[in-house]
Every structure is written in C-alpha cells, then in structure tokens.
C-alpha cells in the first residue's frame, strides 16, 4: 500500500535531518511529508534541501504556527489527493523511535488505527518521573471510560492511519489539537467502527530542541473528554429516535 509519513515540525532544525536520514533507512518504501509551521529556524528549507539527495520528500509549508490537529489535517488532506492508503504520525524529535514503524505497518495491513502504546504489555517509558507517568496514565483511564474507547493509550501520537479510517472518522471536522486531537480522532475512530489495535512501543523524551507540549494542553485535552462524554447520552437518544 502507499504509505505517506506525515511529519510536523515547527524549529526542529536539530532533528530534521537526523529523523529524515532515519526514516529512509528504515522504511524506504515510504513517501514522506514534512508540515512546518512557518519554522524561523530554517527547518523546512533543510527539509527541502534533503528531498534530492533521499527522494521521495515533499515539503508542505503553511503561513503560521497553528497546532498539531491542523498540521495533520493538511497532511492528510494532501495526501488523499495524491492517492495515498495509509498515513503515519510521527513525531520528529525521536520519542518516537523510527525502528519501530515497520511492526506499525505490519499491523496496520490488517485494520484501521494502528496505535504505538506505551500502556499495553511490552510499551514503556523508561526515563519519565511517577507524577508525570501517573497524570499521563490518569488522563488516559479517564478518557478510555467516559468515552468507551477501550484503548489504554489514546493520547499516543505513534500511529498508522488507513484512508477507510480517515473517511470514518471525518477528519476534516475534527477540531480539537495536541492531545485532544489524538483522543478526538481515536473516539471518531471507534464510534465510526474502524478497527483498532495498539502496539506497544518504548516512549522516549527529547533530546534536543524545545518540548511544545504544555500543561495547559493537557487540562484542554480533559476537559473536551469531559464535554463529548456528556455529550454521548443525547447522540444515543438521537439514534434511538431515527430508528
């Protein structure tokens, strides 16, 4: 299947080259879409200066910073355009480890949402301290229940996506960011009927540049679980009336 790796960066100049050399060694099999932000660092313009000599690089450049949910979207949509059946999340500061993208795409030929999970057995985050585990963890049990998601790890950004399961889910319309917007499009997914499964991965912080992910992000992410949650009874009254 053409697979399409969408990769957002906004100043990852220290990681773009690194992480695309990596994912043309790994999976060279796979076309690749760098989404910057409008990086004042320069990291779309190294990105385009690596698509002669690695092939297959496109560079989608947008006029602002405006969050991971968005970037994706653009991604995703190019990427439809161009006819392509699967779609990977990954991030390019290496807490997602590139090794393990083939297992990913070995399951991802047999259902709709591949996950990389740091919460079934075999996942792991080896250097992160027991509160930020346990805020991460909590966050995750509270989602999974107020919404039936049944997945242990629906903030993980490590993921393959089928173009059935796009469709599903209506991404377009999905408007929540960071890591809302992983656990919007993991709810869409399972109300839409895509198949899941998550495969366990080892979850890495980064190393070099600036984490963009912030407390306020989470608290957003808890409350917009908390609205849909609410939301879910009047859906199911909806659906009970149309019958």
């Known amino acids: 299947m053409r697979t399409l790796v969408v990769l957002p960066t906004y100043n990852e100049i220290l990681n773009i080259e690194p992480m695309l050399r990596a994912l043309r060694e790994i999976v060279p099999e796979c076309h690749i879409l760098v989404v910057d932000d409008n990086s004042p660092d320069g990291t779309a313009d190294k990105a385009g200066s690596l698509s002669s000599e690695l092939g297959n690089i ?3 450049r947008r006029e602002e910073k405006s969050g991971l949910g968005g970037a994706y979207r653009a991604g995703f949509a190019l990427g439809l355009s161009e006819g392509y059946e699967r779609f990977v999340e990954i991030d390019c500061d290496f807490s997602h480890d590139p090794k393990a993208l083939p ?16 919460y079934v057995k075999g996942g ?10 346990l805020l991460s963890r909590g966050g995750n049990q509270y989602a999974s229940f107020m919404l039936g998601l049944k997945v242990q790890d629906s903030t993980a950004g490590y993921r393959v996506y089928s173009s ?23 709810y869409r997914a399972r109300r839409g009927g895509a198949s899941i499964v998550e495969i366990p991965i080892s979850f890495s912080d980064r190393t070099a540049g600036e984490s963009k992910m912030s407390g306020n992000i989470v608290v957003e992410a ?16 909806k659906r009970g009336q149309s019958k």
Request: hydrophobic share 50%; glycine share 4%.
């Open 103 to 118: 297992k990913l795409l070995t399951a991802a030929d047999t259902v709709d949402v591949v996950i990389g999970s740091r």
């Open 58 to 60: 496109q560079v989608l």
């Open 164 to 186: 059935k399961a796009l469709s599903l889910i209506d991404y377009q319309s999905v408007s929540a960011d960071g890591y809302g917007f992983q656990i919007e499009m993991t």
């Open 124 to 133: 792991e985050i080896p250097r992160w301290a027991l509160s930020r585990r």
């Open 222 to 237: 808890l409350l917009l679980v908390t609205k849909w949650a609410l939301a879910r009874p009047l859906l199911i009254i």
